[in-house]
């Protein structure tokens, strides 16, 4: 089985800087962890692999606050197939963000992926 990773960057185009990042990842090993603070128009980034050997694919999900409390959560689930991934970007509460994936259907072992999160 090929390995999988996972490399996803945030833009934050949005007026409140991202604070206090929490992330959780159910499936795969975190590489390189998303930084505390995502300043306002500026980007950060993680990275996922797989584990070796495993039946299961990379799921997680990674979390930020905004200056006035609205949560931004951001997940993935790349199946162990490699086929079509999904990756959501969504706020609490909801419709306070506007989120833009890059690709919009991403597929394979191998994904580099673009958020971009801007004011609703």
Request: net charge negative; glycine share 4%; with cysteine.
């Amino acid at each position: 089985m090929a390995n999988q990773i996972a490399v996803i960057t945030l833009y934050n185009h949005t007026s409140s800087n991202f604070t206090n990042s929490t992330i959780h990842i159910e499936h795969g090993l975190l590489q390189h962890s998303p930084p505390e603070i995502i300043a306002k128009d500026t980007s950060g980034k993680l990275e996922v692999h797989s584990i070796s050997n495993a039946q299961e694919g990379i799921k997680g999900q990674v979390s930020y606050t905004l200056e006035n409390d609205i949560e931004v959560y951001i997940n993935w689930d790349l199946p162990v197939s490699g086929a079509t991934s999904t990756y959501t970007c969504y706020s609490i509460p909801a419709d306070t963000i506007k989120a833009t994936l890059s690709p919009n259907s991403p597929s394979g072992n191998f994904q580099i992926i673009s958020i971009m999160v801007e004011d609703y």
